[in-house]
């Protein structure tokens, strides 16, 4: 069995490197894949403010993160049936009626990055890459804007509720309480195909923005004109060469400000501490 990694203990510097060199390969993997089928694909997050600030990970990141308009990120998973390496794990709702993120994550097989906040109930729970949807959006501001940002929301807090009832029941509010006792019989994929439906209910290609409605950062900050994704330009990271938006020092600073350039306060740089972590058939600890 994996050993704990106890709660406010860091990694070890061996642990780290490793952890970010099977994170590397599978994002590796999954560029191949897309760039055979013609797929946009383009670093975003951390993994895009490493690739410009530090030509590879932001030294105390522990996660990789890369985003797909709609289309592509359907295509990938449909290929990814038959074409992605036995080693990998393709984890969303439709190949585990548990998960609840409107977000695919590719997980190593044989390994565990658990972290604080993963559900006992996600049933893979190896190390991963987050792969994002951009859906199409007609405006940037206005009352359906907002009305629809603000409801995706609101499913996204309840499926997350619903799928840690159990650790999170005593913690929230009665209204909230009484709302998961309601929703008790309905099966948590019926409300993640709710989620992804309503996500990408906008699918005129003719649409001039792009939001990415899975982001930490919010659907306000994160619905951007495309033309600041595309046309496609490439950057080094780690040593290899990978998609990114075509006005990528546009939208660091949206999402990080103008000084994007300069390290955080020593406080500010965390990792994600895993609760246990395991590489290949070897446990660490």
Same mark, same amino acid.
């Given at each position: 069995?994996? =050993?704990?990694?106890?709660?406010? +203990? ?18 590796? +993997?999954? @560029? ?42 359907? @295509? ?30 590719? #997980?190593?097989?044989? =390994? ?5 906040? @993963?559900?006992?109930?996600? #049933? ?10 951009? +859906? ?31 650790? =999170? ?37 003719? @649409? ?22 595309? *046309? ?29 350039? +300069?390290? *955080?306060?020593?406080? #500010?740089?965390? =990792?994600? #501490? *895993? ?11």
């Amino acid at each position: 069995m994996p =050993t704990k990694v106890n709660k406010g +203990d860091h990694l070890t510097t061996e642990m780290f490197e490793q952890l970010k060199k099977v994170e590397l390969s599978i994002l590796l +993997d999954v @560029a191949r894949l897309c760039e055979k089928h013609n797929l946009t694909y383009y670093l975003i997050g951390g993994t895009l403010l490493g690739a410009i600030r530090h030509d590879g990970f932001i030294p105390w990141d522990d996660d990789i993160d890369i985003a797909m308009p709609r289309k592509d990120f359907e @295509a990938f998973q449909k290929i990814a049936k038959t074409e992605l390496p036995e080693s990998l794990f393709l984890h969303y709702g439709t190949t585990d009626p548990e998960y609840y993120l409107p977000i695919i994550k590719i #997980k190593k097989n044989g =390994t565990i990055f658990e972290e604080e906040s @993963a559900s006992p109930n996600i #049933k893979h729970k190896g190390i991963f890459i987050d792969i994002f949807p951009l +859906d199409n959006a007609k405006k940037n501001a206005g009352f359906l804007f907002h009305t629809k940002g603000r409801i995706l929301k609101q499913i996204r807090s309840l499926l997350f509720l619903k799928i840690n009832e159990e650790t =999170t029941l005593h913690n929230i509010a009665p209204w909230k309480k009484a709302l998961l006792k309601l929703t008790k019989l309905v099966p948590t994929s019926a409300f993640f195909r709710l989620l992804t439906n309503y996500m990408q209910s906008n699918n005129d290609d003719n @649409a001039p923005f792009y939001v990415n409605y899975g982001s930490q950062y919010g659907y306000k900050k994160q619905t951007m004109l495309k033309t600041m994704y595309d *046309p496609i330009a490439t950057t080094e990271f780690e040593g290899y060469t990978f998609q990114i938006p075509g006005k990528t020092e546009q939208l660091l600073e949206r999402i990080y400000g103008k000084n994007y350039m +300069d390290l *955080p306060p020593v406080e #500010k740089r965390i =990792t994600h #501490k *895993p609760k246990r972590i395991q590489l290949k058939e070897e446990i660490i600890s």
